[in-house]
């Protein structure tokens, strides 16, 4: 017979005996063990792949004008947020010229 490392219960010939990190543990306390495993390895993960939130930004301009962009982009940015794509059109107005439609999508990490 063994006992078990946490709660020093015995182990009898019949129960299973489960190794955790070179140490022999009851059923019961090997569960609480894996389940702190799993949270800690939760928190490791969450450090490395930290929670995203994300905006989207439409901007209108008529072709050149790329001022008006980039002051969108530039105050966005002092918000934190980092742009990570661009999607444009073009829309051809023979009137004012050729306008640009640009969607922009923005990430930034949630604070904990």
Same mark, same amino acid.
Do not use: R, S
């Given at each position: 017979?063994?006992?078990?490392? %946490?709660? /020093?219960? =015995?182990?009898?010939?019949?129960?299973? %005996?489960? /190794?955790? =990190?070179?140490?022999?543990?009851?059923?019961s306390c090997h569960e609480q063990l894996l389940k702190e495993d799993n949270k800690e390895h939760l928190k490791k993960v969450m450090k490395i792949n930290p929670k995203w939130e994300y905006c989207t930004k439409k901007v209108l301009?008529?072709?050149?004008?790329?001022i008006k962009i980039d002051k969108e982009v530039q105050k966005l940015g002092e918000e934190?947020?980092?742009?990570?794509?661009?999607?444009?059109?073009?829309?051809?107005?023979?009137?004012?010229?050729?306008?640009?439609?640009?969607?922009?999508f923005f990430k930034r990490k949630i604070a904990e």
């Open positions: 017979m063994v006992n078990c490392t %946490k709660c /020093n219960e =015995k182990i009898t010939f019949l129960e299973k %005996k489960l /190794n955790h =990190k070179e140490k022999v543990y009851c059923e301009t008529v072709y050149g004008d790329a934190g947020w980092e742009l990570v794509h661009v999607a444009t059109m073009t829309n051809p107005n023979f009137i004012t010229g050729q306008m640009i439609n640009a969607l922009m």
